[in-house]
């Protein structure tokens, strides 16, 4: 069975024909125009209503012009139709895919003939999914489902390809590796030549990383409604962990031996220079709280040291409850000579000599009353009466308190 065609074959109905005719006549000398027909062959005809309603035919047969065929083919319904309308030799799909297995088309290429849509189409050449997306049309193209050539937004090729010269405007402002043909609002460390990789979340949602690849330096910063300051990224490059110490870290050198701080000072300490030690104890800028260097002895006793919020230094706290207790030295107008004297027994914390004129205990650790304290001095004791202010911590041991002149004395301390 073959496939004949004829060019521009038409003519019309020569009498009407019933839904169930399988042969029709078209307008006498007519029949010329389309193929001759032997056995097998057939040819496609569409006999078209006035209204617009057609049918398709297969014509297995011609004799002049009398037409037998096939009614009703290719999804069309076979209908009756009237004297004078239209009958056409058209191309229909079931003579293309007769052609296409007629031609000297591979059989492969044929089966592409039946497959419905491009995507089994794609399948049958073994293609992937790519097959159906087009291509950037630009570096920046940044259209969804399209396939990034190479070096697009600084991928698959080098950064130096797409390049920017101001760090707040990035070209198109898309994500993507950008080479730094200058440094405008790039961080302190950067020069011309560096590479930045900039990501974009959404219009308030970025970051950006920008790599000093010379001296091998990492900057960082990220957007919220504006872009934040720079700050640098810390590597085993730039930072020997083993320099610093970790919050609540032991800290044990070569044979449990502490590590050593050595101060940075060209002079004296009455040299005035600031911040030139190893160890800085500070008060984390909270002017309310004050900067202590805290000792313990594990699981026995814990005290803090340092200047308190008045500025004068003192001990005292954890272990030692809730007191402070000044250390007296020569800038805080005590006398070394005069605390040991008797001296400024106003303040809590001085130190002085004195015998117990009855009243209180006498053993070391002992508090006492200053009510029931004399001055001593060598050979002699202050008279009865002569009490002084405040309670006191006995220092050592008093051998007797009955207020005579031969009372023995004791270094004590003011503690309240």
Known sequence: MALQITNNATSTLASSIAAGDTAFSVKAGDGAKFPVLGAGDWFPATLVKASGVLEIVKVTARNTDVFTVVRGQEGTLAQSFNVGEIVQLRMTKAAFAEFVQQSSFSTFAKSLWDDPDKETMRTSLGLGTVATYDV?????????????????????????????????????????????????NGPA???????????????????????????????????????????????????????????????????????????????????????????????????????????????????????????????GGWSMGNAAYQLWNDSNGVSRYGILMGNYVEQVGAYGFFCIGGGGGTTPGAAVAGANMRRAAAGYQAPAGGGIPGTWLLCGQIFNSDGASTDSTTLCIRIA
């Open 136 to 184: 950037q049309t630009a570096l920046f193209d940044a259209t969804i489902g399209r396939i990034l050539k190479t070096g697009a937004f600084g991928l698959g090729g080098t950064a130096q390809n797409i390049t920017f010269s101001d760090a707040n405007v990035m070209p198109a402002d898309v994500t993507g590796i950008y080479g730094a043909a200058a440094v405008g």
């Open 189 to 315: 460390g950067g020069v011309a030549g560096d590479m930045l990789l900039h990501v974009v979340f959404n219009t308030n949602a970025k970051f950006q990383l920008w790599m000093n690849y010379n001296a091998r330096r990492l900057f960082y910063r990220n957007y919220a409604t504006g872009w934040q300051p720079w700050v640098e990224v810390y590597h085993t490059g730039n930072l020997n962990p083993a320099l610093y110490v970790q919050h609540s870290e032991r800290l044990l050198g070569s044979n449990n031996n502490l590590p050593s701080f050595h101060s940075n000072l060209s002079a004296s300490i009455a040299s005035g220079q600031a911040n030139q030690g190893q160890l800085l104890i500070g008060n984390g800028g909270n002017s309310s709280a004050a900067a202590v260097l805290s000792f313990l002895r594990e699981g026995i006793y814990g005290v803090n040291i340092g200047p308190d919020t008045d500025n004068i230094l003192k001990v």
